[in-house]
């Protein structure tokens, strides 16, 4: 009796031990002709996007235009899963003229042994865009936070030593 009684009371103190985990989102480059993992998140914008980009591959000067999107990702391991979110730079709105800001649509996906499960759909978060090769220790940038108390992602943008939290939330299940 007394042994269960401790393992109940160290029981809640183990589960909070469990820390929330924080990911820049990192600018990436993907192929719009190939299969991955980018594509297939964005199944639905990429035959648009390509359509443009071969538009502009026949404008003059336009031949060494690539066929690629450009996304702003990053992902985490949550029980077994990778859970990928994917901020796609086609079709974001200016956010009121603040350079570098943007309202861009977003995905949080989960992929499982091949399956691809949208988690949560934000038509307009508020990200922070940067070149691919901008420095991990940039001071803008928009940063996605994993919680394992309450399984949901949020999102917030910093600015220097400035935090500012956004209200999306998604469910990881």
Partial sequence: MR???ILAMLAPLSASAEQAISHRL???SFSLTDSNLQ???????????????KYLQSTPGGADKPLVGVV???SFQVEGKQIVVSVISNNCAN?????NLLFCPTRVVSLSGGKLEVLGDIPDLLVTVSEADAPQSAKKATIATYDPQTHQISFANVD????????QKVVVR
């Fill in 3 to 5: 042994a269960a009684l």
């Fill in 26 to 28: 990192m600018a990436q």
């Fill in 39 to 53: 594509a297939r998140i964005w199944s639905d914008q990429v035959p648009e996007m390509l359509k443009f980009r």
């Fill in 72 to 74: 702003y990702t990053t």
């Fill in 95 to 99: 956010a009121g003229g603040v350079p």
């Fill in 160 to 167: 220097g030593s400035e935090r500012t939290e956004l209200p």
